[in-house]
Nanobody, 124 residues
């Protein structure tokens, strides 16, 4: 499984962005997918996760109510809709895939595959 994240950019606080994570491989649609982010000088943090069929999702407290994770398995794509962006959301965002597709995990070390990351910069 290979992952390609995109959609980042430089935006002002309060606006929205949608990140995409496109997966390859015949089994991608069976994987749970998580989004993580890493700000300069900080550890990688969990953002959101979704099960293989989109039936369950989980979010970090810092993004609940502002971010929405979804997926379109026909397109092999997982989205992260980010609304009401704040300067503290500035980070490189990564998507990751976990073969235990029905379980939501927030620990990055439990994911099997990672994308290359996309930069999100929010100015105040």
């Amino acid at each position: 499984v290979q992952l390609q994240a995109s959609g980042g950019g430089l935006v002002q606080a309060g606006v929205s962005l949608r990140l995409s994570c496109v997966g390859s491989g015949r089994t991608f649609n069976r994987y749970a997918v998580g989004w993580f982010r890493q700000a300069p000088g900080k550890e990688r943090d969990f953002v959101a996760a979704i099960t293989w069929n989109g039936g369950s999702t989980s979010y970090a407290d810092s993004v609940k109510g502002r971010f929405t994770i979804s997926r379109d398995n026909a397109k092999k794509t997982v989205y992260l809709q980010m609304n009401s962006l704040k300067p503290e959301d500035t980070a490189v965002y990564y998507c990751a895939a976990d073969s235990t597709g029905w379980v939501l995990k927030s620990e990055g070390s439990e994911y099997d595959f990672w994308g290359q990351g996309t930069q999100v910069t929010v100015s105040s």
